[in-house]
């Protein structure tokens, strides 16, 4: 069952994100990755289309919005209730003018889309309960079970759908990064990035941030960027690293 104590509404500092409707609320996964995808990429000048594969509350194109003035954001979600609120989400937002969404499943919305509209950019919260129990609501199993979007089809559809330098950045389970450097060799990608997300200290990583750059395998130049988060010391503060990546959103960091 949905818990019925969780905030209805998060307030960020430029922001707001309705938490209502969707079946995958506002997490910490989803706050991470909005902050550090693409976040080595060098400014410049020219507008940036990037796509949001299961937008959901529409948190992570909000918070890419914010960070990159350049960029429109298409955000696509495949369960009815999360693509409405994420509509009224960007709506409601400082940047509506460069904010959209469609209510859609990935794979056909990859079928559908025009040649000479690709995106520079494709970013993911994806579905990671590959093995486990699907949950008895059925939009937050569809939302969070691999049926219904996996690492695969993420960057097979990907590769087609992206500019000849196009990235893709997601955050999965740690377990899960072998299997992604499968798939992405497979569709042509090399992860450029990877972090290693620990909640505490002398923990296991719990979750891992990839970047993948297409078109990029035979480049005996591109150096792989390995770093490591550490979310609260052993105190349970939050470190100076994460205070870092998260203060331009949060209000108060926990």
């Known amino acids: 069952m949905r818990n ?6 998060f307030h960020f500092k430029q922001f707001d994100v309705s938490n209502c409707r969707s079946a995958m609320k506002v997490g910490t996964d989803g706050v991470l ?24 509350t529409g ?3 909000l918070m890419l919005a914010q960070r990159i003035p350049t960029a429109v954001i298409q955000g696509v979600e495949i369960d009815s209730d999360a693509a409405e609120e994420c509509a009224a989400n960007f709506l409601n937002s400082p940047w509506s003018d460069r904010l959209s969404v469609i209510k859609e499943d ?4 990859a079928e559908t889309q025009n040649e000479a509209a690709k995106f520079d950019l494709i970013v993911s919260n994806p579905p990671f309960f590959t093995n486990g129990a699907l949950s008895p609501d059925e939009s937050r199993c569809k ?5 219904s979007l996996n690492i695969e089809t993420l960057l097979s559809n990907g590769a087609r759908m ?12 740690a377990e899960e990064l072998e299997r992604a450097e499968f798939h992405a060799t497979i569709a042509g990608f090399v992860i450029s990035r990877v972090c290693k997300v620990l909640t505490v200290p002398h923990k296991k990583p719990r979750r891992v941030m990839l970047q993948f750059k297409k078109n990029c395998i035979n480049n005996p130049t591109l150096k792989k960027e390995m770093s490591e988060l550490i979310l ?5 503060y939050p470190t100076p690293e994460y205070t870092s990546l998260v203060e331009d959103f949060y209000i108060k960091i926990h």
Do not use: Y
């Not at 693409?38 to 990037?50: A, E, L, T």
């Not at 992206?162 to 389970?173: C, D, N, R």
């Open 106 to 109: 990935f794979t056909t919305f």
């Open 4 to 9: 019925p104590k969780r905030e209805t509404t």
């Open 162 to 173: 992206l500019t000849e330098k196009g990235e893709i950045a997601v955050i999965l389970p």
């Open 232 to 236: 609260h010391d052993s105190q349970g």
């Open 59 to 61: 948190l992570v194109s």
């Open 143 to 147: 939302a969070r079970h691999e049926n």
């Open 33 to 56: 990755l909005g902050a550090w995808a693409f976040s080595n990429m060098v400014k410049c000048d020219g507008s940036f289309r990037i796509l949001d594969v299961g937008a959901g």
